[in-house]
């Protein structure tokens, strides 16, 4: 969500450049239209939310979409914490209570990067979600997939949300999560950048006792990537 900065072109990463560091009035009207996009789902994952700083007026982003679009509950990782300045943050709504979560820094040459893991009970089976937001480099990706690896290659059931900044043909064949039952997606999903998506960086994978009956990315560009939405039951 790019702490609510919207972009429209190459050019606003100069031009808004400001916003990541300040203040702005268009973050209020930013988070109401995440808001209404997120009302229809049961399971959010969020990236580049800020916990409560000087750039977003003391207000928890997270907290900020969960009141906004209903969500009774919510969970944060702060990946970045820059003090009264910026709070970078991963974040979680759900209509359900988790059983548990749990928050892990993630291995690179610069802190910051950061996975979260959730368990939903659903009512025939327990669900392990990673949420994270991966490194740019390739090398230090393919480090980070492989520690998410190791923390869930015993999970029953598995959905991996988030922002891998990388192809789903990479992500399947070529890196660490090879080593788990993901199932392919059905489609390319272009998500970036949001303005003419050309790549698929953003993703929701399964493992094979899940059926993932949709998924597409949609056409709501409030940050640099558009966000990724998919339906997903447990296999009889």
């Known amino acids: 969500m790019q702490v609510g900065i919207h972009t429209r072109g190459y050019h606003d990463y100069l031009l808004k450049s400001w916003q990541h ?120 990706q393919f480090g980070q997939l492989d520690y998410l690896v190791s923390q869930v290659k015993d999970a029953e059931h598995l959905i991996i949300m988030g922002d891998l900044n990388q192809e789903a043909e990479v992500l399947l064949q070529h890196s660490p999560l090879k080593r788990l039952n993901l199932q392919r997606l059905p489609d390319k999903c272009p998500t970036f950048p949001s303005w003419r998506p050309q790549r698929g960086l953003d993703h929701i994978l399964v493992s094979d006792g899940l059926w993932l009956r949709q998924v597409a990315s949609i056409h709501h560009p409030q940050s640099d990537h558009l966000p990724v939405a998919a339906e997903v039951a447990l296999l009889p």
């Open 21 to 140: 560091l300040l203040p702005s009035r268009q973050r209020k009207h930013a988070l109401a239209n995440i808001a209404d996009l997120l009302k229809p789902f049961d399971l959010v994952a969020l990236q580049e939310a800020d916990a409560g700083s000087w750039r977003s007026r003391h207000e928890n982003q997270v907290e900020c979409l969960a009141q906004l679009a209903d969500f009774p509950y919510w969970y944060q990782q702060v990946n970045r914490n820059l003090g009264a300045l910026a709070q970078h943050s991963n974040g979680l709504l759900c209509r359900a209570p988790l059983q548990t979560v749990e928050k892990h820094a993630l291995p690179g040459l610069l802190p910051g990067r950061g996975l979260m893991l959730a368990t939903l009970q659903w009512p025939q089976a327990k669900v392990t979600v990673a949420v994270t937001h991966l490194a740019l480099g390739k090398r230090t």
